[in-house]
């Protein structure tokens, strides 16, 4: 089969054209998006000596707002800009960000006990984190909800696969990025890895711009009231690119108070729960509610699994560090950074390998339940936690841990990664109401905020090094992240039995088999 074709609505390994500009437009913003992150907490404790545990906030509440803006972007996609538009304007935020990651500065030094840092670098920092934030809130659930706009009914079998593909991009921009912007930046300077990143953005907004003839129903659903004026005398379209910037004048201080992210949180949380649950009760069939309510249930069940995941962007990232053995075989030494590229490498080895899987499963019926997927997600993330421990026990008296074990926890990592976020993705465009997918869709990233922000929590209890410019000796670590991995290990194994026990529960609230037969009826399957 070819790549692509001329037909719109199979082109790209028999998808619709439009998967291919999407897949790879983020290709290239996921190689920015990871490239920094593979070196944010190093650079956090590294160059500008912030302790483990404040970087691990920094990082929690960059991390964290960056999945709940997507829950604004949705909104605002939905009723007033479109998929499209918001995506755009996601980009340019996201070029502004990452070009400004790659100002560094002198490093911070310690003087008579103090650690002083060279200004204005570090408001730099944190500026350009939070044109991050906000681009990626116009971005990241509105170029999700594409793909499936893609496929003319929410039946076809093409759906799950294609979203796998998308996801698939999604990896091997970070397969890339993780390696060479982490060896340049860990090598070289931070600012030629950062740059790298930057220019990885702007590659992901041309390819994006040049799809625009393949979208679908991604415009704005109203033109005539996005370009009506506004009482200041500006267009509504303009009114959202100045609430744009304004947005990030506001994470700028956000990303520096982690107490009051974890207080927004809460509240937009209760709120947007309040108004979902307002909606199935009074807006929603019985289908739809029940549907819906499967929505909230696994949703909740994701932040479990992303707390315990991202830990590979703060305590891994320093366990690598600080206690493993990262010789490749005597020929060279990883770079701590470069570790976190086992994740993005499994995921584009084996999505294929998933995607067929799945298929050949349904086909036999012995495919999971989605639920049933999301058990399996969290036990195998508690088990890469156990393996890191049993590989620790293993350790000599360097207390260095061997490279094999952190492979084998990525790996566990990915497969159970595999079996959760882009089925998630496709659970979202599948069980969600039409009118509010992108909003939804958008929840399912404020999940990954609340993960993310609990995930700095438990990234602080693996914490060695409490005082800026301090750190524990290998044989004093050692035995702390042990410790806190053990615990992620038995919790995660516990939720996934409960989880398995009431899956057959949750997928009888799916109503899937009664969607099939009624799609068969009228012709439409």
């Keep these: 089969m070819a790549l692509i074709s001329n037909d719109p609505e199979r082109g790209f390994f028999g998808h619709p054209r439009g998967l291919a500009p999407l897949f790879f437009a983020e290709m290239w913003e996921r190689f920015s998006f990871y490239g920094m992150r593979a070196l ?42 479109g998929n499209r ?5 996601g980009a340019i935020l996201l070029v502004c960000g990452h070009i400004g990651m790659a100002f560094e500065g002198s490093p911070a030094q310690i003087i008579d006990g103090v650690i002083v840092r060279q200004s204005p670098f570090d408001q730099i920092m944190f500026l350009s984190l939070a044109f991050i934030i906000v681009g990626v809130g116009f971005l990241k659930s509105n170029i999700s909800t594409m793909v499936g706009k893609l496929y003319p009914s929410k039946d076809d079998p093409r759906r799950d696969p294609g979203y796998t593909i998308f996801y698939m991009g999604v990896n091997l921009g970070s397969f890339f990025s993780t390696i060479a912007c982490g060896y340049l930046g860990e090598t070289y300077g931070w600012a030629y890895g950062f740059g790298l990143a930057g220019i990885g953005m702007v590659a992901g907004l041309v390819v994006f711009a040049r799809g625009t003839q393949w979208y679908r129903n991604a415009e704005p659903p109203n033109p005539a009231q996005l370009k009506a004026r506004t009482a200041i005398g500006l267009s509504r379209e303009a009114m959202i690119y100045v609430g744009a910037v304004a947005a990030v004048l506001i994470n700028w201080q956000l990303v520096q108070w982690h107490a009051v992210v974890g207080s927004l949180l809460l509240v937009i949380v209760a709120v947007v729960l309040a108004g979902i649950l307002w909606f199935s009760l009074t807006q929603c069939s019985k289908i739809e509610r029940d549907r819906m309510v499967v929505v909230l249930v696994l949703t909740c069940l994701s932040v479990v699994f992303w707390t315990l995941f991202e830990q590979a962007g703060t305590s891994l990232t320093l366990f690598a560090d600080r206690n493993s053995d990262r010789s490749f075989f005597g020929l060279f030494i990883v770079p701590a950074s470069v570790v976190q590229v086992f994740n993005p490498m499994f995921i584009v080895l084996l999505a294929p390998v998933f995607s067929w899987g799945w298929v050949k499963l349904a086909q036999k019926g012995w495919e999971p339940s989605t639920p049933m997927k999301f058990a399996l997600a969290i036990l195998q993330v508690g088990l890469g936690f156990g393996a890191l421990v049993f590989g620790a026990s293993l350790a000599g008296e360097d207390a260095q841990t061997g490279l094999f074990w952190l492979a084998l926890g990525y790996l566990l990592h990915t497969t159970g990664e595999l079996c959760l976020s882009p089925v998630g993705l496709s659970m979202i465009s599948r069980l969600s109401v039409a009118r509010i997918t992108a909003m939804v869709m958008g929840v399912w990233f404020l999940a990954s905020a609340g993960a993310h922000f609990l995930a700095g929590w438990v990234a602080a209890l693996a914490s060695t090094s409490t005082e800026p410019g301090k750190v524990m000796t290998a044989q004093e670590s050692l035995p702390v992240y042990s410790g806190v991995f053990w615990d992620l290990f038995i919790g995660a194994t516990v939720i996934a039995v409960l989880v398995a026990l009431v899956s057959p529960f949750l997928r009888k609230l799916m109503h899937m088999d009664a969607a099939d037969m009624h799609t068969s009826k009228n012709g439409k399957k």
Aim: proline residues 2%.
């Design 40 to 81: 944010l907490t190093l650079y956090l404790v590294k160059h500008f000596l912030y302790s483990d545990e404040m970087a691990g906030f920094i990082y929690a509440s960059y991390a964290s707002l960056n999945y709940a803006m997507p829950v604004i972007g949705g909104v605002i996609a939905d009723r007033y800009l």
């Design 85 to 89: 538009k918001a995506v755009m304007l």
